[in-house]
């Protein structure tokens, strides 16, 4: 089915999904080098915690987390030395992958994706609505890496967009505990490919990449390993999707 995706995208003039429920690394190796217009991905990393002890003046923030709980079940599984050569191998030369990251997890990514080959073109700012609490000034904002493969390729549009860009982010009832909101995905996909694309995100969670790719004309391959949170994602892309894709 992937090998049908990357071979013909424009199947029908048919939006194309493929949505797998496995460890990443398994699929990838079974993509074609070359293969993929675009990556958005929110991949797993390790979250500081406030830590059990407190500081000097003891009052700590309120909503603090503390210790080192685990936002979900495979979040310290796998590391970006094993994935980053393999993403960079699949996209297309010329082309953009977007990888969200925080400040704790920047150096190994940006580290990791220059080792894989990716260069960096810019360090985009999520501003959000909110903030988690923090001791070292409280947490509005969130990073992603706009990297490229091979030659520099321009952003579609140009004028439009800033390095800090505001969303809102989803505050309350969530599907995953760090989906991200849709209009910020599209913001990317739309600056970073054409319609009939195939945009890849190989830690899908609950599928948002997926939705924001559909709902913008692409086509959209999206891997999760955690079965639970693949369900979630099958169930909302073929609600929002408006498609009967697995
Ligand atoms: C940060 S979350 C992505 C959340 C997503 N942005 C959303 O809006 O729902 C990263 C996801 O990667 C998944 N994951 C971890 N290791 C994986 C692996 N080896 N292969 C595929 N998915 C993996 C986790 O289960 C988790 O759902």
Redesign the pocket.
């Known amino acids: 089915m992937i090998e049908e995706i990357v071979k013909n995208p424009q199947r029908e003039r048919d939006r194309v999904c493929k949505l797998i429920n496995?460890?990443?690394?398994?699929?990838l190796k079974n993509i074609p080098d070359n293969s993929i217009d675009l990556i958005v991905?929110?991949?797993?990393?390790k979250t500081i915690t406030g830590g059990n002890k407190n500081g000097i003046n003891s009052i700590r923030p309120k909503g603090m987390l503390s210790g080192n709980r685990k936002?979900?079940?495979?979040?310290n599984?796998?590391q970006p030395n094993?994935?980053m050569p393999v993403i960079y191998s699949v996209l297309k030369p010329n082309t953009h992958a977007y990888i969200?990251t925080n400040a704790l997890n920047m150096e190994i990514m940006l580290t990791e994706s220059r080792k894989a080959g990716f260069q960096l073109h810019n360090i985009l700012v999520w501003e959000k609505n909110n903030c988690t609490p923090s001791q070292y000034y409280m947490k509005n904002c969130e990073y992603v890496l706009l990297l490229r493969k091979g030659k520099a390729k321009w952003i579609n549009n140009i004028g439009d967009s800033k390095t800090v860009h505001q969303f809102n982010n989803i505050i309350g009832s969530?599907?995953?505990?760090?989906?991200?909101p849709i209009d910020l995905?599209k913001f990317y996909i739309n600056n970073s490919s054409t319609i009939n694309d195939i945009v890849l995100?190989?830690?899908?969670?609950?599928?948002?990449?997926g939705v924001a790719a559909l709902n913008n004309d692409r086509n959209f391959i999206g891997?999760?390993?955690?079965k639970q949170?693949y369900d979630?994602?099958v169930k909302r892309i073929n609600n929002e999707g408006k498609k009967n894709y697995e």
């Open positions: 496995d460890d990443c690394l398994n699929v991905t929110d991949p797993p990393y936002l979900f079940a495979y979040q599984t796998i094993d994935w969200f969530k599907l995953h505990p760090t989906e991200k995905l995100d190989p830690f899908m969670g609950s599928g948002t990449t891997i999760e390993l955690d949170y979630i994602a």
